[in-house]
């Protein structure tokens, strides 16, 4: 009776599945979930408390299901993208959160009082929800406590519509394996975020991705006529097009987002030149 689901944007394990599977899958035990808010400016998840990589990130604000606790480590889903992992629980704060606004600017410190001299209390990265509870010479407190500047906040529904323009914003941003927000990002995390501000949805992994976000204008690469905003796929890798010839992205190779030649890139994944280009998408 078992589906074929994947578990990084279902919510099942060998001993354990949401109760929204019961019919569709196997499992010892189910369990209700719990709607929580990320009450952190960003946290790290794992595959396993146990791991020592990230698998992915949640932001402040984002919606996380709770389907099962332990050593202080709490295993659900990300409301945003589906994705599912374990997340320190001190991370989250129960109840979801009904957003006013989401911050624009690459971060967005959040202060004891509204005064630029207080020590920050958090830092909340572009794309973070918050839900405003007053203004205050210039700066808007938050639901959950704190104080943050007006002007680095928009009201829900605010969109980039130029996904590259916000990519370019991220230039310099560490490459962070698993990171998805502006205090270090990975290749498709800076697709998703880029998108995301467009109002895009889009899923979290590049091979998600590949199947999902835009249309298919090439399947290799080959005598494609290359747009800024294309989405190009490699094995395991994802950049977006800043123009016909150079590719914006977020990569080991450089340990941080960056530009480069899209011929270069290709060649180092495939210097035969047989190949190394999966998909090329374009969005918009």
Known sequence: MTDTLDPRRNPLRADLAASHLRGRVDAPRFADGEPHRVRAGHAGMRADPTATRLTSELVFGETFTVYDRRDGWAWGQNGTDGYVGWVREEALRPGALDPTHVVTDLRGFVFPEPDLKGVPLEALPLGARVRVADEVKGYMALADGGWIYAKHLSPLGWAE??????????????????????????CSGLAQLALACAGIPCPRDSDMQREEVGELVSRDGRDCDYRRGDLVFFPGHVGIMLDAARLLHATAFTMTVTVEPLEDVTLRVDPTRAGGILAVRRVG
């Open 161 to 186: 519509p130029d996904h590259v323009r916000t990519a370019e914003r991220l230039l310099g941003v560490p490459y962070l394996w698993g990171g998805r927000s502006t205090w270090g990002i990975d």
